[in-house]
Nanobody, 111 residues
Framework: QLQASGGGLVQAGGSLRLSCAAS????????MAWYRQPPGHQREWIAT???????SYVEAVMGRFTISRDNAKKTVYLQMNSLKPADTAIYYC???????WGQGTQVTVSS
């Protein structure tokens, strides 16, 4: 299972840190990703981190968002800085190995 948390309401220019904890002793904490689904739009990929820590980002968040992971805690993070109203969405974590989605956490950025 994947349990996402950390969403909320923040003003433009603010920051939030999302967490996604994987549970289950047989869960292989391999490459992980964050996606988001803005209101009225399809779910979109925003960042991936490999087991070894190599990260990649969609251009829209590059330089503002940072994906990281703690393998011992089986947790992946998304640090979001300089947030914009366009970042308003439900954010989901995803496990490539298990093809598993977290439940989503709402991020709302007010102008």
């Amino acid at each position: 299972q994947l349990q996402a948390s950390g969403g909320g309401l923040v003003q433009a220019g603010g920051s939030l840190r999302l967490s996604c904890a994987a549970s289950g002793s047989r869960f292989d904490f391999d490459s992980m990703a964050w996606y988001r689904q803005p209101p009225g739009h399809q779910r979109e990929w925003i960042a991936t981190i490999t087991r070894g820590g190599r990260a990649s980002y969609v251009e829209a968040v590059m330089g503002r968002f940072t994906i990281s992971r703690d393998n011992a805690k089986k947790t992946v993070y998304l640090q979001m800085n300089s947030l914009k109203p366009a970042d308003t969405a439900i954010y989901y974590c995803y496990s490539y190995q298990g093809n598993l989605w977290g439940q989503g956490t709402q991020v709302t950025v007010s102008s």
